[in-house]
């Protein structure tokens, strides 16, 4: 084992700590990003009464859900050095599929959805096998399957939603456990996942140290082409599962669902401290990120502020992140 790899591997551990040590690390680490949440949540609590109302918070934390399942899977990607860019087209795609088998073909729903999260499993898996096998950038690769994705969608549908009039699906997205959105269940599931692969897995080790140091990691004996294609996989699966559940909150399946849901994931990551050079990151940092688009987004509403904006500020958002992660890295 080369001296490099050794130190990748050290750097590594310090991201599985999960002692009462690490964990105040952890707040260090997001003390800024924490403070600009509360801060937000205060102005926004002054500007607006119902920002703190019951209805408004789950509808907060619903609109974070289906961002979080995406930015779940894009944080071990960009922690690769990757990118997904075809996320927002398989949120599309796997709806209106789903939608497509029960509402035309009459299919059963578990039948539909396993045909649902097929799509996302067969695109992220072509991402994955691409990535992994060739020099082939992510960028491209992910860029191409974008547009096929989408144009399928398109193709499937005609370009016209496709109403699903089915409880048992609605069920899923617009369905309650409790007092508690499902939505919001799939979310605190696949967060736990998420965490459990990058804290306590040795898949999770072996991400973080591709991503520090590929060369190093290969010669360490890690297969790096599996770590690649899992990850791909994964951020396919985890886009069909947004889809569907998107699809049923709108009761159908629309060919334009999840456009720009790419650039949101992404903005969660990187606001959440993920380097966009690879190698660190945590999906903690990702919950807090994905907090922050979503109250923002919620709070612009709430104050009738024109929903253009929104995308003004999401670029500003992305961009100060960058910049303050290039910083850092200039620093050190």
């Known amino acids: 084992?080369?001296?490099?790899?050794?130190?990748?591997?050290?750097?590594?551990?310090?991201?599985?700590?999960?002692?009462?040590?690490?964990?105040i690390q952890f707040i260090k680490e997001n003390m800024g990003i924490l403070i600009g949440l509360v801060l937000l949540c205060v102005i926004l609590a002054i500007q607006s009464p119902v920002f703190l109302s019951k209805n408004n918070v789950l509808n907060v934390l619903r609109q974070v859900a289906t961002n979080l399942y995406i930015a779940c899977a894009m944080t071990m990607i960009i922690i690769l050095g990757g990118i997904d860019l075809s996320v927002g087209s398989i949120i599309a795609l796997s709806g209106v599929v789903t939608g497509g088998m029960i509402a035309f073909d009459g299919v059963p729903l578990v039948l539909a959805v396993i045909c649902g999260l097929g799509v996302g499993l067969l695109v992220g898996g072509f991402n994955g096998y691409v990535v992994s096998t060739t020099t082939i950038p992510p960028f491209i690769v992910t860029l191409a399957t974008m547009n096929i994705a989408r144009g399928a969608a398109y193709v499937y549908t005609g370009g016209q939603p496709i109403r699903v009039m089915s409880d048992s699906f609605n069920f899923i997205g617009a369905g309650y456990m409790g007092e508690i959105p499902m939505p919001?269940?799939?979310?605190?599931?696949?967060?736990?996942?998420?965490?459990?692969?990058?804290?306590?897995?040795?898949?999770?080790?072996?991400?973080?140290?591709?991503?520090?140091?590929?060369?190093?990691a290969l010669f360490s004996g890690i297969k790096t082409k599996r770590v690649t294609f899992f990850a791909y996989i994964f951020s396919g699966l985890m886009a069909s599962i947004a889809g569907i559940v998107l699809a049923s909150r709108m009761f159908s399946g629309q060919p334009t669902a999840g456009q720009g849901a790419e650039m949101d994931a992404i903005a969660a990551v990187v606001l959440g401290g993920t380097s966009m050079s690879g190698g660190s990151g945590k999906i903690g940092g990702t919950v807090i990120g994905a907090l922050v688009i979503g109250v923002l987004s919620n709070g612009l509403n709430l104050m009738g502020i024109n929903s253009f904006w929104q995308y003004i500020v999401k670029g500003v958002v992305i961009l100060i992140a960058v910049y303050v992660d290039y910083f850092k890295k200039s620093s050190k």
């Not at 080369?2 to 009462?20: A, E, V």
């Open 1 to 23: 084992m080369t001296d490099s790899s050794t130190d990748t591997i050290k750097i590594n551990k310090k991201g599985f700590d999960f002692s009462k040590s690490g964990f």
């Open 184 to 216: 919001i269940i799939y979310l605190i599931i696949i967060v736990l996942i998420s965490v459990f692969i990058m804290s306590k897995s040795k898949l999770g080790r072996h991400i973080y140290a591709v991503g520090g140091n590929h060369q190093a």
